[in-house]
């Protein structure tokens, strides 16, 4: 279950270790993998976002222009967040309940 950005503030989850890749159910060859990011850059720690949109498109460019249109939408649904920490650990935070409430 998602967390709001409140909940994850004032009483963060306990994350999980991601799987190092995700595979498909109709192949089996590897999906996406998603590497955790590096401890620090700069002064603050880092943290890899994953935002993941489906988006119908004729091909590979439309759908990447489909995706960043939704995205910078003002009227598109805020998303469910996948947030990795340097030791793969993720949390999700669903910024649709801040939106709401």
Known sequence: MPW??????????????IPCALES????APGLVIEPPPWKRGSERLFRVVYVID????????AARQAHR?????????????ILD???KVVSIDLSEEASG
């Open 4 to 17: 709001t950005i409140d909940q994850a503030a004032t009483d963060p989850p306990n994350p999980r270790t």
């Open 86 to 88: 340097h030791s793969g």
């Open 55 to 62: 988006a119908s498109a004729p091909a590979v460019l439309e």
């Open 25 to 28: 159910k109709d192949s089996p």
């Open 70 to 82: 939704i995205m910078i939408d003002p009227e598109s649904m805020p998303p469910v967040l996948e």
